[in-house]
């Protein structure tokens, strides 16, 4: 278990790096006691861009998603693009942007759902994107 937290750890530290604006303060999204993570959310989407040369709507997205750091109930935003690693069968890398949250609960990932500020993102950049894919993860 405690093998999980190490690569989830570094796959945070990892798409920090990657990102192309100032990351996060270098620190564990929870307590350090590993306990703490126990029924934590992680919550992944991929956004597929209408235009996906367009830098300007890559750019414009990333600044919305950024937006969403303000709502209380997110513990870790990053924001991403597809790595260049190995291609393999198994890699999924079509898409061109990615959120990775971290919530302390479903009841806050829910609550982040219904937040005005989460709404006003959907409004104001759906039009960006032609595909959503999200992956909800419960911390064992």
């Known amino acids: 278990m405690k093998r999980f937290y190490v690569v989830l750890f570094q796959f945070f530290a990892l798409m920090s790096i990657a990102q192309n604006q100032p990351s996060q303060p270098a620190q564990a999204p929870f307590d350090a006691d590993l306990q703490e993570v126990q029924g934590a959310v992680v919550h992944q989407v991929f956004f597929w861009l209408k235009n996906p040369d367009s830098l300007e709507d890559k750019a414009a997205l990333k600044e919305g998603l950024a937006t969403l750091r303000s709502i209380p109930e997110v513990q870790w935003l990053l ?26 609960s479903a009841a806050d990932q ?26 909800d993860s419960r911390v064992d």
Not at 79 to 104: I, K
Not at 123 to 129: F, M, N, P, T, V
């Open 79 to 104: 924001v991403g693009e597809p790595a260049s690693t190995l291609q393999r069968e198994v890699v999924v890398n079509d898409w061109h942007v990615s959120e990775l949250m971290v919530f302390q």
């Open 110 to 135: 829910d609550s982040y759902q219904s937040h005005p500020l989460h709404a006003a993102f959907v409004e104001k950049y759906s039009a960006l994107w032609e595909k959503v894919v999200v992956y």
